[in-house]
């Protein structure tokens, strides 16, 4: 799959999504808003992608949104109504957050490896993955408010989750930058490497480790966690007791188990 600003590779089952607009920091554009989802919706589809890395060519991850799209919102939802123009503008930003919930509601695991600057709109991005990883260099800045704005596609939603309700509301409001060592003590990123080389090594080796896992049960494990997170337990248990009703008399099963007795890795069909 070819995208105009995101690099995409599939090799032993895993789809490395690489953002591309190094000579901008990557910052998002319109165009690569959609190329967002576009590129996990093929993850989404594609059985031969497994598990998916994200990442960011050049020397930053993500330096947020393109600041020439944000100048050019009021042109594109003119309209001589003021209700019209409103409703249109609601239509963007639903649309905006749907691109980045591409990463969330994609059933392959996503694992996002974080270098440079990750501002704005890239915490709001990442926060839809479900594991973060950064390099020494990395760090985090939840910028909305330094453009006089209210951050609007996920973080807010998201990064309590992630880091607590008072940690998040801090870097809400400070807009500080958090290192990449601070966004593992608080829990931002699961892990912080010394350098982006030896991140980036890691993250591909956990990404293998999972692409060698059954696919159907990876798929599955997904989406139960995803549930569980926005439900009670009780009703997080009713729904895992459903799934495995209609899922767990895999040939998967059959596979795991005699790989394990006969000492051998286990061969998965996608």
């Known amino acids: 799959m070819q995208l105009e600003t995101i690099k995409i590779t599939l090799e032993n089952h895993i789809a490395h999504i690489a953002l591309n607009r190094a000579d901008k ?9 959609h190329d967002i989802r576009r590129a996990f919706d093929w993850v989404d589809a594609e059985p031969e992608a497994r598990v998916a890395v994200l990442s960011g060519e050049g020397k930053n991850f993500c330096a947020g949104i393109d600041l020439m799209l944000m100048m050019g919102i009021k042109q594109m939802i003119s309209d001589d ?4 123009s409103r409703e249109k503008l609601r239509r963007l930003i639903l649309d905006m957050q749907d691109c980045l919930s591409s990463l969330e509601r994609c059933r392959k695991p996503v694992l996002a490896a974080i270098h440079g600057a990750c501002i704005g709109g890239g915490i709001d991005m990442v926060s839809a993955a479900d594991m973060r990883y950064a390099s020494e260099d990395a ?4 910028k909305e408010l330094d453009i006089g704005m209210v951050a609007d596609v996920g973080t807010l939603q ?29 829990n931002l990123v699961n892990r912080c490497f010394a350098d982006r080389e030896t991140m980036m090594s890691e993250v591909m080796a956990m990404a293998a480790s999972i692409a060698k896992k059954s696919p159907v049960s990876v798929r599955g494990t997904k989406e139960v966690l995803n549930y569980s997170r926005d439900h009670s337990v009780a009703e997080g248990l009713t729904f895992v007791a459903g799934w ?8 998967d099963i059959q596979e ?9 890795e286990a ?4």
Request: with cysteine; aromatic share 8%; hydrophobic share 45%.
């Open 25 to 33: 920091s990557n910052a998002m554009n319109e165009t690569m808003w």
């Open 81 to 84: 109504c003021e209700a019209r």
């Open 139 to 142: 760090y985090f800045s939840v």
């Open 158 to 186: 998201r990064l309590p989750r992630l880091v607590g309700e008072g940690r998040a509301r801090e870097l809400a409001f400070t807009c500080r930058n958090v290192s990449g060592q601070e966004a593992e003590r608080i």
């Open 244 to 251: 495995n009703a209609a899922m767990l008399m895999s040939a």
């Open 256 to 264: 795991a188990i005699m790989a394990s007795m006969q000492k051998r």
């Open 267 to 270: 061969q998965f069909h996608n």
